[in-house]
């Protein structure tokens, strides 16, 4: 895919913005304790495992997507994917040691809250970085590989594929921490189905696109 970087206010602020929001998406389905995102699962659960922060764990994670999507497109220029991975890192960081630390929501209705904002900010952080046409994160970049693989454009479908993907490693990960499913839950399957039409719809009203010269 050649997408043309065009350095402006709008998309600055569209590509720091979306990592910032998607930190916090992804930290309140984690203390929602319903379920968190599909691959949020993995970077949680393997965090656990290894004793590492979220960020640092979330970067090791997405460091080795990185290599398999640099392996098969042979696109060097996508190693610029490690500034994204970076920043996801630093936000996912800052919002679960700066912001919450040992916050636990006290109530079911503060969970359902915490839950449905996080489900709903994830795919909306994810498509302001994507519409800025600014280095994707690296799920972004797979996913793009495998509709350019697949010859679709079909973006909820092959995405729905990598999130149940993130989810059977999660679960893995959990119990190979002795912590059971940990993150995964009924709300990671839930965001699973979502995450992919929320993705694409957000994307439409930014008047961003995933598909273009693919």
Not at 176 to 197: H, T
């Amino acid at each position: 895919m050649n997408r043309k970087i065009e350095f402006t206010y709008k998309n600055n602020f569209f590509y720091f913005f979306g990592f910032f929001i998607l930190g916090f998406g992804v930290t309140s389905t984690i203390i929602s304790n319903f379920g968190a995102g599909p691959w949020d699962t993995v970077t949680k659960n393997l965090s656990v495992l290894l004793n590492l922060t979220l960020g640092t764990t979330s970067v090791i994670v997405a460091a080795l997507l990185m290599v398999v999507v640099l392996g098969y497109t042979r696109k060097w220029k996508l190693i610029f994917m490690i500034i994204p991975i970076i920043l996801v890192g630093v936000s996912l960081d800052f919002w679960d040691i700066l912001i919450f630390g040992d916050y636990i929501p006290g109530t079911i209705l503060l969970r359902i809250l915490f839950y449905l904002t996080g489900a709903l900010t994830i795919p909306l952080g994810l498509a302001f970085i994507i519409a800025s046409k600014y280095p994707a994160f690296v799920f972004d970049e797979l996913m793009i590989m495998i509709m350019a693989i697949l010859k679709t454009d079909k973006i909820a479908a092959v995405r729905v594929g990598i999130e149940i993907t993130g989810i059977t490693l999660g679960t893995i990960f959990g119990f190979l921490a002795g912590v059971g499913f940990g993150a995964v839950g009924v709300g990671s399957l839930l965001i699973a189905l979502v995450l992919g039409p929320l993705l694409a719809f957000y994307l439409k009203i930014l008047g961003g696109s995933l598909y273009e010269n693919a």
